[in-house]
Structure formats: structure tokens, C-alpha cells
């Protein structure tokens, strides 16, 4: 769609702003599976490199924004083509933020060091980082193909990542109560989980971006929930 | 073709700034023809009072023929033929026992290059007041000059030297001299035709500012090719293309979130 202004550099820098868009939400998957995966897998090596590669993430987010800046001073542009802009700014912050999430489970793992938790405990946490990659996936995909249902979709597909949320943290709780000493690697991967649900919300940022960039009009609906967890969760375990 | 195309209303809404009551004017299946040349099509237009409404598209859309509807200065040209109804406060403007020396005081116009007259700056501003016996005293006549150029922005500059000729100002000066021979009639609608084309950005500035301010009392249509001038300047902007209304709005909607594809490939410089 960003192929048929007279001018053929203005399509040039459209085209520029979305590739970096989406080669930082490439890495963004990365690191999100990475991080889990070094979690899973009590790979501190791994972590290690997931802490490592957030500075390219947050590189492009720079670039991104200075190209927008300079794009939005040169060409004044206007509807879709200032949506577009507009809204690589902010896909560039929500996927900036989940590549943050991404790199401090990637911290924690290398905190917990020797001590993890049983690999039942984690198995919900991967439970809800390939719920999250795949919408995450969507959404991108969604994007690069202005796709309006399909960001639609991810944006009402967030419950069930909320409810996965909340069964995990009532889980931990119980173990915690079992034995203190679980205590510490239970309250890592607590944050590790909440990182995860956060990354979902970023995730229908992103899909409600991408509706903007389409449509024109914010979504004015509200979004179905499943967080309960920071409330119920606590009181009723 | 089917001469009487829907137009796209940008707003959902439909009641606009200044639109509120009645609108100041009405243009209802206008038709404008340069002999055999159909330049304008079934145009369906309100203008609302006391805002400033931008007529955009690309040269040859028919924009500025429509704004000559208005105060009839297509009646100059003889091959030209327009129909259709232009009401002014629910007046028929092409009623044939409608004065047309009236209705221009009432409709003034600002065009593309600044034309002031080659007679000193007061005098540039006093001619029209004279004609039309708006002064009964010297005193008066210097009233309305001074106010003219007051409400132009250009008094300040001008003050000391009232009896110097309006072409030795510069560009921007000029044109707002023009504007303060224009309002000094006291117009109710004013025509702008690109008004700031010849002008640096900074004497730009100072008529856009000058347009907020005309606002509060005057109707103003402006014709702009500066799409940024449009969503600048206007509460409501209308899209012509090839002699259609395309589409008219809010400006913010119009500018952000355009209805037709076609106003959508115009503002986002996508015409081939």
C-alpha cells in the first residue's frame, strides 16, 4: 500500500519505518522464547545472551523513532500515511517494553542460579509464553499484512493467557505454603509469569495500534478480561 | 455521468462548528460550463458561519471556480454558464433583481497575487467605503480606514506612512492590505484564492493568524493547494476533483481519516 506516492522516496521511507518494525518485533519473539526457553532449561548461558541482545531491540526502536521524526518533518504527512507513523512509534514502544519483559526473566534466571523451581511450576509458565508468541506472531503478522480481523482477533485472544496467569500464580502459592524455602525461586517465577501477562497486554497494544493504523478510530469497546490474579488469587488461596 | 454524485459527509455527526443553526451558505446542484466545458458538477455545499471553510483538490478540480460562484465573478466571463441555486442567508444570489455590486461588497475576495491598487495605502482602503457612502466625514472615512488596517494586523506597520503607495509594501504586506480593503466594506463572507502562494512562510504566518482572528466576524472560504494551510487554518475543508465535491468534513476528520479513497490519495500525494 506504501508504493504509490508521487513521490517514490516517501514510499521508500513508509517502507523503511515498517521493515525495522517488524525486524524488532522478530528479535522481540526471539527473546521471549529465548528467556523462557533458558527458564525451562536452567540455561544461564542463554539468559546471559538474552540480556545481551536487548540493546539491539532498543536500537531499532531508536532508529525507528528518528525516522519517523524525520519523516514526519520532511513529507508532513497526512491520514494513513501519518497513522503509519504514528503508529510505528508506538508499536515501537510496546514491542521495546516486551523485550524489557523478555530480558529480565532472562535475569532472574541467571539469579536463581542452582535453584529452580520443579519443572511442573514452569510447565504453566511455558504454558503461557507460547500462548503469548502466538499472539504476539498474530499480531505482526497482522500488521505486516494490515490486516484488520486478525489484529481484532488478538485483541479479544488475551483472556485465556490472563486465566493461565492466574492458575499459575494460586499454583506457586501453594507450593509456597508447602515449604518456605520454595519461597524464593516461587516469587522469580511469579514475576517471570506476570512479565508474561504483561507481554499479552503489550501484545493487544500493538493489535489495537494496528486497528488504529487501518480503520482510522480507536477501538471504543472494552476488552474482555481474565486477570484476576493479583486479587482473587491472593485472597481466596 | 450522473450529475448529482452523493457526497461523503467526514463527520457522523453532520453538524459542525459554526454549522450550528443555518449555514451562511448554500450551494444546491450547482453546475458551472465554460462553453462546452462542464467544470463544476452538481455541487451540494454549506457553509458555515463565522468559520473558515478550505476548498481543496488539484488544479482543474473546480474549486475556485465554485469559490467565483459565490460573489458571481464568473458573470465576467461570457462563455461561462452556471446553474443551480447559491443562497447567501437564504437569499438566491442569481436572483436577476439581486444587485451584483451589493453582493460583492457583501462577499469580498482576496486573490492568489496581492493586487493592491496604485494609489497610496489609505486610499487603497478607502476606495470601496467611498463607493458604497459608508463615510459621511473625513473623520469617519479615517475610522474605518484605521480600523480596516487595525483588524488586517497591518495598521502598526503602516501608520506613519498612510499617504505612501500600497505597491511599495511587501508581498505579505500587500496582501494584507488587500485584506484590509476587503473587510472594509464590511463583508460577510470573505474569498480567499490562495491567498498565500506568493508569500514567504513568515508573512504566511501572519495571514493564517490574521484568519483566526477574521474568524469571529467573517465567513471565510479559502481556496489552498498547502493541504497543511487547510488543516492549519480551516474548521471544515471540501474536496474537489475533476468538477465532483468528492467529499467535505470536519478538517481534523478530513486530514486524519478521510471517507473516499479518492481524498484519501489527494492529501497523502498519491495522484498519478
Known sequence: ?237 | MNSMVQVKQSDAEGAAPGLGVKPKVIARDVNVFYGDKHALKGVNLDVPARAVTALIGPSGCGKSTFLRCINRMNDTIPICRVTGKIEIDERDIYDPTLDVVQLRARVGMVFQKPNPFPKSIYENVAYGPRIHGFAKTKAELDEIVAGSLRKAGLFEEVKDRLQESGTGLSGGQQQRLCIARAIAVNPEVILMDEPCSALDPIATAKIEELMDELRENFTIIIVTHSMQQAARVSERTAFFHLGYLVEEGRTEEMFTKPKDQRTQDYITGRFG
Open chain 1, 1 to 237: 500500500m506504501n508504493d504509490q506516492h508521487t513521490a517514490k522516496a516517501f514510499d521508500i521511507d513508509l517502507q523503511d519505518i515498517a521493515r525495522m518494525v517488524a525486524e524488532m518485533g522478530g528479535l522481540a519473539e526471539k527473546q521471549v522464547a529465548d528467556s523462557v526457553d533458558a527458564l525451562a532449561k536452567r540455561d544461564t548461558t542463554l539468559a546471559q545472551r538474552v540480556t545481551a541482545a536487548d540493546s539491539a531491540i532498543d536500537a531499532l526502536q531508536r532508529e525507528i523513532e528518528e525516522k519517523s521524526v524525520l519523516t514526519i518533518a520532511r513529507r508532513q504527512p497526512m491520514a494513513v500515511d501519518l497513522r503509519d507513523i504514528v503508529g510505528a512509534l508506538r508499536l515501537a514502544n510496546d514491542i521495546e517494553r516486551i523485550g524489557d519483559l523478555a530480558k529480565n526473566i532472562a535475569k532472574r534466571v541467571i539469579a536463581l542460579n542452582a535453584e529452580f523451581p520443579p519443572p511442573k511450576l514452569i510447565r504453566g509458565v511455558e504454558h503461557m509464553t507460547d500462548l503469548v508468541l502466538e499472539q504476539l506472531k498474530a499480531v505482526l503478522d497482522a500488521y505486516a499484512r494490515r490486516d484488520d480481523n486478525k489484529a481484532m482477533a488478538v485483541w479479544r485472544g488475551d483472556e485465556e493467557i490472563d486465566a493461565v496467569c492466574t492458575s499459575v500464580f494460586r499454583e506457586l502459592l501453594t507450593y509456597m505454603m508447602e515449604d518456605p524455602r520454595n519461597i524464593t525461586c516461587c516469587i522469580h517465577l511469579m514475576f517471570c509469569a506476570k512479565n508474561i501477562e504483561r507481554m499479552g497486554d503489550h501484545a493487544t497494544n500493538i493489535a489495537e495500534t494496528v486497528h488504529y493504523i487501518i480503520d482510522g478510530n480507536p477501538i471504543t469497546e472494552r476488552r474482555p478480561k481474565g486477570d484476576t490474579t493479583t486479587i482473587p488469587a491472593l485472597t481466596g488461596a
